[in-house]
């Protein structure tokens, strides 16, 4: 039995970004950002366009783009990983769901799924699809619509396809870039559900969003990202009552 007076040791995070900075030529983008992920969390990234959200994202999984440079400390499963190529953090564990989806829309949604899992397949992993039951279990409809043309799918149907090819590489972290983007409320309700699913599998997610009120309804810690710099860090749930994100960001309605 356990006695009070022993410490918790708590756990050590998946992420852990330090002094992070980014400039696309000499403009600055991120100024000295501070972040962490903790095993089975979800942190969510809010702020308004243009504020750097998916240049914080971009930075972290290594896709900047040519004229892109990022600075500072990436802990990645504890050690530095700020100047490992993309593919190296994708083989690490890191995946990254792009605000623009980037589907093959003339390949199957299958076909879309087992590319998720090229990774495994290439380092020879054992059983490298035994991810899709899981996936099609997420997202019944990747199932019933696996031989469909991705670029004949809803915009709904196409999100939750772009995550259901990142879950097929395994993740241990799952960054998520806007993913209620475009979406009719129905479906943003659908795909946070999922995301709330994701964790109780014990996926940790690293998840950007400008629907501030629905990323922090599902996150357990938040961040406030205004021009390039974290302003305000906490609880989601003491986030969304903070004066200034409820007049900023969530209107004069909140919810209850």
Same mark, same amino acid.
């Given at each position: ?52 959200? &998916?240049?914080? $994202? ?9 004229? @892109?440079? !990022?600075?500072? %400390?990436?802990?990645? #499963? ?71 043309? &991705?670029?004949? $799918? ?9 995550? @259901?090819? !990142?879950?097929? %590489?395994?993740?241990? #972290? ?83």
């Amino acid at each position: 039995m356990s006695s009070v007076s022993e410490s918790v040791v708590p756990a050590a995070p998946v992420l852990e970004v330090q002094g992070l900075q980014a400039e696309y030529g000499k403009v600055a983008a991120l100024h000295d950002v501070h972040l962490r992920v903790l095993p089975g969390e979800i942190v969510t990234v809010i702020g308004p366009n243009g504020a750097g959200k &998916s240049t914080l $994202l971009n930075a972290l999984g290594g896709t900047l783009p040519q004229n @892109g440079h !990022a600075h500072g %400390a990436i802990h990645f #499963l504890g050690a530095d990983r700020s100047r490992m190529p993309v593919e190296q953090r994708v083989a690490l564990g890191m995946s990254l769901v792009p605000e623009k989806r980037e589907l093959f829309g003339t390949m199957s949604v299958l076909d879309n799924l087992l590319l998720g899992s090229y990774r495994r397949y290439r380092q020879r992993e054992p059983n490298p699809m035994d991810q899709l039951a899981w996936v099609f279990e997420l997202f019944p409809r990747l199932r019933d619509r696996q031989s469909q043309l &991705s670029a004949t $799918l809803s915009g709904g149907e196409r999100q939750m396809l772009a995550i @259901g090819r !990142a879950l097929m %590489a395994k993740p241990c #972290l799952l960054m998520l870039d806007e993913p209620s983007l475009g979406l009719a409320p129905l479906i943003v309700k659908e795909i946070f559900r999922i995301i709330s699913q994701l964790r109780a599998a014990g996926v940790s997610i690293l998840l950007v969003e400008q629907n501030a009120r629905a990323a922090l309804q599902v996150a357990d810690r938040a961040y406030v990202l205004e021009m390039g710099e974290v302003t305000l860090e906490g609880q989601a749930a003491q986030l969304a009552h903070d004066p200034k994100v409820v007049e900023t960001y969530l209107g004069l309605n909140r919810a209850k």
